[in-house]
């Protein structure tokens, strides 16, 4: 009973990574910036911890 859910928060863990990444990636294409600013970067950075963090949350079944 408990290995379900082993493999359900492994899953979680997994997609709430590729959300992260997906974030992250897309980020800088729909802000539509091309020249390295380091606080740009750390936007970018936490809306996609923000994103992946609302994704985990809102997927917990409890």
Known sequence: ???GNMNNT?????????VFLLLYCLSGP?????QYD????GIEFLAA??????YW???NKK
């Open 38 to 41: 380091m606080y740009l970067k």
């Open 30 to 34: 729909v802000i539509g910036w091309t």
């Open 10 to 18: 492994a899953v979680r863990a997994i997609i709430t990574v590729a």
């Open 49 to 54: 911890v923000i994103g992946a963090g609302c």
């Open 57 to 59: 949350i809102g997927r």
């Open 1 to 3: 009973m408990g290995d």
